[in-house]
């Protein structure tokens, strides 16, 4: 099996054993001893997982910027006493996919990391086999999605700010990396903010920076998102929910290409990418007031829509197959695969949270099942009602034969002769048919 990288950042004790026990689960673990050695040209690697062990007397902000100085699917461990101060857990809530309890439980520790590097292989699109990928090694080769590959095809080519929307759940996201990686940015950074996730006295900060001493326990000047992003593509997700006094700094940004952190006077320039996405309808949240029509028209210039689950029918298996594969470490010993009524059941649901409802019932499905092939019961489905839109072949027929009389009569301006000589029936047949079929007589 191939060892799956890990870049663990020590900030406190246990290392060694630590390093050596995941090591001997599969785990190549490269260990850097402070977050200087990992903000190096080449120190990012291959890693698609990290760990940050945390100590005593560790900076709060040094730890916050961790994943934005290196991007990847980040797990801190942490001690219990760290736990319960808010500053840490609210750092710890909006940085981190999970944490760990120190001290190290070396089986506990292995299986978040292997869930945390099949959601990241799930996100980047990595090592999928090409009967699963589609393009920009997404998954997927239906009607919508040969759409949305065109569009992005001409999007990759330009600078331009980009509007993703999508129902919850869709992978606007993804489109977003793809975008990104596909460009000629592929080798700045990609900073995702969820705006819909910070507090509105957090926005600010969180999108433009601050200095020492800009408000009480800014004790150290902190870079924004967007400046974190430069030479890049900067991601605001959810941008609907962006507060009414931030949209305006937003558009202000957008026309002067620049930013001024909070509690500076100066302007700094940033050259940088913005993607923006949104489950709701912007321009009804204009026509509401909640959303700036001047902001909705800077960030609209060039828009993709992601289809939902719903509407990739024939992508169902392709998405089962691979995500089964990329999930397999997490399974149940017995789960061998999955069952073709079951398939049937996810290709008749309709899929209310899209491909992250999918992953999820699928990956319940994989821990929880005890049987060798999953079934409808395992994915919580109502099995498939194999005749629940079938037409039967009489009503068929029958449907057939109305329409040809309707159209005969309409070509022949309601002529019951000339509409018997043309479908090479007696006048007494027409108009037999007539009383079957309840066409009125002419």
Known sequence: MTARSLLLVNLGREVPSVAQGLAKLGWDVRIKSSIDQISVPGARGRSLVGLVILGDGCNLTDVENIPRVCPAEWLVAVSAEQLEDPRWAAVIAQNFLDYHTLPVDLARLSAALGHAHGRCMLLHNLNLGNDWAGRYEMIGNSAPMQDLYTRMDRITRVDAPVLITGESGTGKELVARALHHHSHRKNGPFVAVNCGGLADSLIQSELFGHEKGAFTGATQRKIGSIEAASEGVVFLDEIGDLPLALQSTLLRFLQEKTIVRVGATH??????????????????????????????????????????????????????????????????????????????????????????????KLQQAMILSTNRLITAQDLDLPEYEEHANVVSLSSARQHFEREVIRSALENNQQNVSKTARDLGVSRVTLYRLFDKFEIERP
């Open 267 to 360: 302007p700094v320039r940033i050259n940088v990418r913005v993607i923006a996405a949104t489950h709701v309808n912007l321009a009804d949240a204009v026509a509401t007031g909640r959303f700036r029509e001047d902001l909705y028209y800077r960030l609209n210039v060039v828009r993709v829509e992601v289809p939902p689950l719903r509407q990739r029918g024939e992508d169902i298996e392709l998405l089962a197959n691979a995500l089964f594969s990329i999930l397999s470490p997490q399974k149940n010993a017995c789960v061998r695969g999955i069952s073709s009524p079951a398939l049937a059941a996810m290709r008749q649901h309709s899929w209310p949270g899209n491909v992250r409802e999918f992953m999820n």
